[in-house]
């Protein structure tokens, strides 16, 4: 997977592309979405798209993982860290949103690679998959505030664990 880029051409470049898709994702399923489709909504070529990304698919998985480490950086000192992943994720929704309806494999594989604790994948696993659902649901559901959906999860999660688990 490529990474935004540092130079400011090349930033402004793979901004226009990811500006692009998201427009043809309105009216076309991310499967069916071409490199071509994309240079041609944007007018870049088909050299300056390979230059920043491998295919279409990862022009969302880049951007995600853009909008993800700023999260994390701004998460940092952060009192309430549930509300601020809240707060954050409420104004990029919509790209959460394209992503879990066209492929949640690249958000759930964005927030595997950012949890840490390598004693315990278990852990690891239930963590971004609670995470990643959260988020797919509440971007579709658009009613919840950021503060709603706190409340929501912190209600959620004060069920033993194992009651909750095992409920079908």
Not at 31 to 58: A, H, M, P, Q
Not at 75 to 102: A, M, P, S, V
Request: net charge positive; proline share 1%.
């Amino acid at each position: 997977m490529y990474e935004l880029k540092s130079n400011k051409k090349s930033l402004e470049s793979q901004k226009i592309i990811y500006k692009s898709l998201r427009r043809i994702l309105l009216n076309k399923p991310l499967n069916l979405v071409t490199v071509k489709d994309i240079c041609c909504e944007c007018g870049v070529s088909r050299t300056t798209f390979y230059r920043n990304f491998n295919n279409v698919t990862d022009v969302l998985a880049v951007m995600l993982e853009f909008f993800y480490n700023d999260y994390l950086t701004k998460r940092e000192g952060r009192k309430n860290q549930l509300l601020f992943f809240f707060e954050y994720w409420y104004y990029h929704r919509d790209l959460i949103t394209i992503i879990t309806d066209q492929n949640e494999y690249i958000l759930k594989e964005c927030m595997k690679r950012h949890f840490k604790n390598a004693d315990n994948e278990y852990l690891n696993n239930l963590k971004f998959s609670m995470l990643s659902s959260l988020l797919s649901t509440w971007s579709k559901s658009k009613k919840e505030t950021p503060k709603e959906m706190e409340e929501i999860t912190r209600e959620i999660m004060n069920k033993k664990c194992i009651e909750l688990l095992l409920e079908f």
